[in-house]
Every structure is written in structure tokens, then in C-alpha cells.
């Protein structure tokens, strides 16, 4: 599925999920997704999301070979 929706979309792609949810960070993964550096991480939920700070506390974000080109951003490893 996410191979489906970057196709449809020019624009770069961010997941945001709770950091305990492997299977979905797996998945993501799997499909080529990244996962974000954590002072990165609460920019971006801070930016893009409305959500309570202890939410940001335990959420990672993952991105899209797209985001990671255009910022340069240093994914963990």
C-alpha cells in the first residue's frame, strides 16, 4: 500500500506512529520507509500534527526515500 499512495502523490511522505507499535514500523520499513532521528521527530509531530506532548513523547516518524532526499536528514540506524 504505501508504494500505492507515493505513486498517487508528488509530495514527500511522513508516518507518524507510537514508537511501540513494531509491527508497524516493520511494515513501513520493509516498504522503504525510514525512521526519523528523534529531535527530528518532535519537530515534525510539532509541526504537523495536533497532539498531546506525551504522544510525542512516544511516537516515532518515518519517511519516505523522498523526505530523507529533499531534507538530508539522518535517519537512525
Request: aromatic content about 10%; proline content about 6%; charged content about 25%.
Amino acid at each position: 500500500m504505501p508504494r500505492h499512495i507515493e505513486a498517487l502523490s508528488t509530495k514527500p511522505i511522513l508516518i507518524g506512529t507510537w514508537a511501540d507499535a513494531s509491527w508497524a514500523i516493520a511494515f513501513y520499513r520493509r516498504n522503504g520507509f525510514t525512521v526519523l532521528p528523534q529531535r527530528e521527530t518532535s519537530r515534525l509531530l510539532r509541526t504537523y500534527w495536533s497532539i498531546p506532548e506525551r504522544q510525542i513523547e512516544t511516537s516515532v516518524v518515518l519517511a519516505n526515500r523522498q523526505w530523507i532526499d529533499r531534507s538530508h536528514a539522518r535517519p537512525e540506524r
